[in-house]
């Protein structure tokens, strides 16, 4: 994601666009997120990093269509966001798992929604659950899950709905430490492997860098977006990248540019 003027994606690479979009709620007392102009370029993973109450979730909400632009417009795929679509797709910090269904039930559920599931449909699914390593615990009910591993289930969630833009809020803000970075590095795998383009807010700077192309730093509220800073690291990343110099320099980039806004 980039400023207009620091695009560095050509045109026919642009999947997410945003243009002067503002949003204001309490009859516009409140501006969540103001002037944002930005290009996400496609296969792009941008992580979103601000103090709270600064509009990241707001603008993830945005792109998915859940809630209109007060003022800009946002395109995906050259055409305007007037509502929710099915080439985006969001997964939010808890996983929202129907405790009566079983792993693969609830993975397709996006599916159920638009019809009754194909063979083909289930296929996917388990391979799905495979990809995020829980083929073993497919017929599992959430009760029988670890938090981490109920994550897993509403990550392969998000992918069965086929979308390529995917929409990540706080998805692994109430684990552990020592299972958030294992699924950070689940996750950056598996973007990439399914070649999707990914949004994703946190509070988390070491979990922005580790995760991204780019990270956009946003100022108190109103939103806006400070700074873009650019992550020139080398993937597939291991969790040791996080001690390099390079790591650390950005890490302190971040920090104080957040200091500064």
Not at 92 to 100: C, G, H, N, V
Not at 153 to 180: C, K, S, W
Request: charged share 20%.
């Amino acid at each position: 994601m980039v400023k207009h003027e620091q695009s560095m994606a050509a045109a026919g690479d642009v999947v997410v666009s945003g243009l002067n979009v503002g949003k204001t709620f309490a009859a516009g007392t409140v501006v969540a997120l103001e002037n944002a102009n930005f290009d996400i370029k496609r296969g792009s993973f941008v992580s979103l990093v601000g103090p709270s109450g600064c509009g990241k979730s707001t603008l993830l909400r945005l792109v998915s269509g859940l809630i209109e632009p007060t003022s800009g417009e946002i395109e995906v795929h050259g055409t305007p966001v007037n509502g929710p679509r099915a080439d985006i797709s969001m997964m939010f910090q808890k996983a929202t798992l129907l405790d009566w269904r079983t792993s693969l039930e609830n993975v397709l559920l996006p599916t159920e929604i638009n019809g009754t599931p194909s063979k083909a449909d289930k296929n996917r699914a388990l391979d799905l659950l495979k990809l995020v390593g829980l083929e073993d615990f497919a017929f599992s009910f959430p009760a029988q899950l670890s938090g981490g591993m109920q994550q897993r289930v509403a990550l392969a969630r998000l992918l069965q709905t086929g979308a390529d833009i995917l929409l990540l809020d706080e998805p692994f803000g109430a684990l552990d430490e020592f299972t958030r970075e294992h699924l950070n590095t689940e996750l950056m795998r598996i973007v990439a492997e399914v070649r999707a383009t990914a949004i994703f807010v946190t509070h988390n700077i070491t979990e922005a860098i580790f995760l991204a192309d780019q990270v956009v730093v946003m100022t108190s509220r109103p939103g806006r977006m400070a700074k873009i800073i650019n992550v020139d690291l080398e993937r597939p990343r291991p969790l040791s990248i996080q001690t390099s110099v390079e790591f650390n320099k950005l890490v302190e980039d971040v920090r104080e540019t957040l200091g500064a806004v």
